[in-house]
């Protein structure tokens, strides 16, 4: 066996012969050079793991050429044989490394983690933050290397201002970092102890009868899917995503009745909605008479994708009610219109419990254990009151003066 101090001079003088060559380091015990029949030249260690009586073992720092030199393989040498001398094997510390490069990745992980969730508005959520402040900061970083710090790091670079998107974000990455425990793909989430941001102080605005008048008579003039997407946020009370993303195979018009599925509610449960005379018209008006199709968006783009352009909408929509009036209606969003629905149910008799069956909230008398032993539907209740609450539209909607 070749031994000798392992340099420039002596790894480009090494022979090439039938069988393959080694030079061992006099300098660095276990550190040395192979050379193949084909001249092929590598830098190796050799080592034991578990004493004397166990197995000589060898790894392949890398082949002589950039970045592997007598020097630079020499300082790796060094680390891998201090690892060894720690218990560490250095081929399964490779792997793990190897590992955290491509699999552990955050940005690759983050795609991982996206395509585990099921719910479609929850899929959406996690889509949007990942790209737009998740992978921004974290990169390409390993994920057992993110920490506390890197995690603060994401939600300070977001503005104050932002109390419900940070908290959204917030719910992304713990989310994340607690699945990662869990598949055992890091040891410990780096949110640990963290405390979730504040909540959102609670909006207290409603949409007054005239106000409603004046939005359904402006909103088909702003877009071809917007205008219809918003009459039936009026008429359903149902969140912006579950309307404008809307199936006909989740809709019977001989039953008057919109089932929605748990994978595109807000809180995976699933809900039916009765069609009440407004909602039917709206839906003839999309299917161009009363035979409706039996599948596919019912709100799809000239490319066939869904409808996202709410801002747009909402501003033409402002603009138009502002011309017509002399003035602007006092600020409001498209998710008023079901605190409205809420209180124009208070307003007509509806039960508390069906108001919370409409909107298919889980809180309040759907929580807890009334929530597990309180089955009823309330889908008769639910018809009642949204038929009462289409016969108020429909006066509203005739009347001339401001009903406030």
């Known amino acids: 066996m070749a031994t000798g101090k392992i340099s420039k001079r002596t790894v480009d ?8 060559n080694y030079l061992w380091d006099t300098d660095l015990k276990g550190f040395g050079v192979k050379i193949t029949t084909a001249g092929s030249i590598s830098y190796i260690i050799q080592f034991r793991m578990g004493g004397r009586e166990a197995k000589t073992r060898r790894f392949t720092i890398g082949s002589h050429g950039s970045p592997w030199t007598p020097t630079t393989a020499r300082l790796e ?3 891998l044989l201090v690892i060894v001398a720690q218990g560490i094997d250095p081929v399964d510390a490779e792997k793990q490394r190897r590992r955290e490069a491509v699999d552990l990745a955050f940005s690759n992980y983050a795609d991982l983690f996206t395509r585990s969730c099921k719910r ?6 996690v889509e949007r933050s990942i790209r737009l402040y998740l992978k921004p900061t974290f990169g390409m970083k390993a994920l057992p290397a993110i920490t506390k710090i890197d995690v603060v790091s994401v939600l300070d670079q977001m503005p104050p201002k932002q109390v419900a998107n940070r908290r959204n974000v917030f719910a992304v990455m713990r989310r994340l970092f607690r699945w990662a425990v869990s598949r055992g793909d890091i040891d410990r989430n780096p949110m640990e102890g963290m405390e979730t941001p504040p909540p959102v102080k609670p909006r207290e605005r409603w949409l007054k009868d005239g106000e409603l008048r004046h939005i359904w008579n402006a909103a088909p003039e702003c ?5 219809p997407i918003v009459r039936l946020l009026i008429v359903t009370g149902q969140r912006r995503e579950e309307v ?3 199936h006909w195979q989740e809709l019977s018009r001989s039953e008057r009745l919109w089932t929605l599925p748990g994978s595109r509610t807000k809180n995976g449960e699933p809900n039916s909605i009765p069609l009440n005379d407004l909602a039917i018209a709206e839906l003839d008006r999309e299917a161009r008479g009363e035979r409706w199709p039996r599948k596919g968006r ?7 994708a869904g409808f996202t352009g709410y801002a747009k909408g909402k501003v033409k929509l402002d603009s138009l009610i502002e011309e017509r009036c002399e003035e602007p209606l006092e600020a409001w969003r498209l998710h008023d219109l079901r605190r409205t629905l809420a209180t124009n149910f208070q307003r007509l008799g509806v039960r508390f419990e069906v108001t919370e069956a409409v909107l298919n909230h889980v809180g309040g008398s759907r929580a807890g254990v009334a929530g597990i032993y309180q089955r009823h539907d309330w889908k008769d209740e639910k018809r009642q009151a949204l038929d009462a609450w289409n016969d108020h539209l429909a006066t509203v909607l005739t009347e001339n003066r401001e009903t406030t």
């Open 120 to 125: 479609e508005g929850w899929r959406r959520l």
């Open 77 to 79: 040498a060094e680390r």
């Open 13 to 20: 003088s090494l022979p090439v012969g039938p069988k393959e």
């Open 298 to 304: 019912v709100f799809a783009t000239a490319s066939g």
């Open 223 to 227: 877009h071809r899917c917007f205008g």
């Open 244 to 246: 404008s993303g809307m």
